[in-house]
């Protein structure tokens, strides 16, 4: 191998670039990460009073709902009379998402590096007036601002000096409740008019919870410019709801008509390969999971959320020159699982104390939309601190 670290480089640019969680629609997975602490022209890490800035941009279009992993395919105007009446309904909700997140990097020392980044989101939901038989007067809503803004410290295990075949690093953050979870927008009525009403939780900027995120990070050097690589997180959401209001109490349910603060967690691992002799262009295979979970690991539970999560395959390719590195990664989501949630069993279990047939017992699960792909688009520079001795070249 001519240049070990351009490789190690371009591995660990390709593992942190990526490692970003975005909503996919009606699970509303906040965006996370995109902060890109450990890149440089010659180490994986950052070294002591080194920036690093950059931004990263993600897009997705949700539409195709699920009731776990069954696809509800009469929510599209198809003519195939796919409902259980035979009729299609055509109030697919389609929700189209934009992120910009706008990180800072520093190296306090060689292993411990401060993180920030700042979103702000741009979504719109598309929905029809009607829910019930087809209905083509659709419409559109918008939530857009200042999301909730993240702070972290991460920390190489093993001294970046003398670790050049594998490191791990460990990670600890802060979200801080700054993006607004109970914005307004003019919804259309039956009768022609719009009354301004709170969005739904999927598209709001923040989830008004003030959170405590855990990540690892770590990767191992299979052969001359192939690599195994891991990262993981998860969010812990404490707040039991945001205290916004999603419609007016029901009976039996009360709680469960507030939007909640939730957990969130994502996970990736795979391979990459540095290719050419300047080793500048990076390709990658991953698999990828993000999702909500129906109960929080820590804090009360009644509250209303869509649970669920996607599985991926992404593959993603990083371009480096200088300073200046540029990527791109497209997730494709494969399994997509709208699990049932705390709100939907206790909606289940109130309805079911009343009925004394054991065969007509009912089960209750939402549904939710969700994104075939999302696309991810990275830049970042690094500048300042001393430069990093050339090392001699691995075998």
């Keep these: 191998?001519?240049?070990?670290?351009?490789?190690?480089?371009?591995?660990?640019?390709?593992?942190?670039?990526?490692?970003?969680?975005?909503?996919?629609?009606?699970?509303?997975?906040?965006?996370?990460?995109?902060?890109?602490?450990?890149?440089?022209?010659?180490?994986?890490?950052?070294?002591?009073?080194?920036?690093?800035?950059?931004?990263?941009?993600?897009?997705?279009?949700?539409?195709?709902?699920?009731?776990?992993?069954?696809?509800?395919?009469?929510?599209?105007?198809?003519?195939?009379?796919?409902?259980?009446?035979?009729?299609?309904?055509?109030n697919a909700v389609n929700i189209y998402s934009h992120a910009l997140d706008f990180n800072v990097s520093y190296g306090l020392t060689s292993r411990i590096q401060l993180n920030a980044s700042i979103p702000y989101v741009h979504n719109e939901r598309s929905q029809v007036l009607k829910s019930t038989i087809i209905d083509t007067t659709r419409y559109s809503v918008y939530a857009k601002g200042l999301g909730d803004i993240r702070l972290s410290a991460n920390y190489w295990v093993i001294d970046p000096?003398?670790?050049?075949?594998?490191?791990?690093?460990?990670?600890?953050?802060?979200?801080?409740?700054?993006?607004?979870?109970?914005?307004?927008?003019?919804?259309?009525?039956?009768?022609?008019?719009?009354?301004?009403?709170?969005?739904?939780?999927a598209i709001q900027p923040?989830?008004?919870?003030?959170?405590?995120?855990?990540?690892?990070?770590?990767?191992?050097?299979?052969?001359?410019?192939?690599?195994?690589?891991?990262?993981?997180?998860?969010?812990?959401?404490?707040?039991?709801?945001?205290?916004?209001?999603?419609?007016?109490?029901?009976?039996?349910?009360?709680?469960?008509?507030?939007?909640?603060?939730?957990?969130?967690?994502?996970?990736?691992?795979?391979?990459?390969?540095?290719?050419?002799?300047?080793?500048?262009?990076?390709?990658?295979?991953?698999g990828r999971m993000e999702g909500i979970p129906a109960y929080d690991l820590l804090g009360g539970q009644r509250a209303y959320r869509r649970p669920g999560y996607v599985v991926a395959i992404e593959p993603g390719v990083t371009f480096r020159t200088g300073q200046h590195t540029f990527s791109l990664f497209v997730p494709y989501n494969f399994i997509k699982n709208r699990i049932q949630s705390a709100a939907d069993i206790a909606s289940q279990d109130l309805q079911n104390s009343k009925i004394t047939d054991e065969t007509k017992k009912v089960h209750v699960q939402g549904d939710a939309a969700f994104a075939d792909y999302s696309i991810s688009l990275s830049y970042s520079f690094r500048f300042g601190g001393k430069k990093v001795p050339h090392l001699p070249v691995l075998k």
């Excluded at 709680?255 to 990076?282: H, I």
């Design 1 to 90: 191998m001519k240049n070990f670290y351009y490789s190690l480089y371009s591995f660990l640019l390709l593992l942190t670039l990526s490692f970003q969680a975005s909503a996919q629609g009606c699970v509303a997975v906040r965006q996370m990460g995109g902060i890109n602490p450990m890149l440089g022209s010659s180490s994986y890490n950052l070294q002591k009073n080194q920036f690093q800035v950059g931004a990263s941009y993600r897009y997705f279009h949700s539409w195709r709902h699920f009731v776990g992993k069954e696809e509800q395919p009469q929510r599209q105007i198809t003519g195939g009379g796919h409902g259980p009446d035979g009729k299609d309904r055509g």
């Design 206 to 286: 923040g989830d008004g919870g003030l959170g405590v995120s855990l990540e690892f990070q770590g990767f191992r050097q299979l052969a001359s410019n192939i690599y195994a690589f891991a990262n993981a997180y998860y969010l812990l959401n404490p707040r039991e709801s945001n205290g916004t209001f999603k419609s007016a109490p029901e009976k039996g349910l009360e709680g469960y008509n507030v939007y909640a603060s939730p957990d969130q967690y994502f996970a990736r691992a795979g391979f990459m390969a540095a290719l050419g002799k300047a080793q500048k262009l990076t390709v990658s295979l991953a």
């Design 161 to 201: 000096a003398k670790a050049h075949h594998g490191n791990l690093m460990i990670g600890l953050g802060v979200k801080l409740p700054t993006g607004k979870h109970n914005v307004m927008d003019d919804a259309l009525q039956a009768n022609g008019s719009k009354l301004s009403v709170v969005m739904d939780q």
